[in-house]
């Protein structure tokens, strides 16, 4: 799991949402193996582009130490378990919203 990065990740649907009905966008924490930041960027972007959203910001992008990883609610240890080659981002639970208050 050498380089995986998690993030707080902000998606709004391109179109129709694959989030739910009614729903604004939604919030997920993804992890995803890339050597860099700007390499977790491009990967997420791509990935939630394949599930038709946008991605609207990242927080706090960070390098998955084995303290984090202590330290990390056990999805995200399961996500970041999960990691592989042919499987290199990973995310579960999307928390949607549905009032856009911007």
Known sequence: MSAARLSVVHVRPLDV???GEG???AYANIVAHAEND???AAIVRAEMAEQRLFV??????RL???EVLAS???EIQE???AISARY???YRTFDAYYTDDA
């Open 79 to 81: 996500l970041a378990a």
């Open 38 to 40: 700007e390499e977790y």
């Open 56 to 61: 609207v910001d990242f927080d706090n992008i």
């Open 88 to 90: 290199p981002v990973q």
């Open 23 to 25: 729903a604004r966008g």
């Open 72 to 74: 990390c609610e056990d």
């Open 64 to 66: 998955i130490t084995p």
């Open 17 to 19: 949402t694959p989030l």
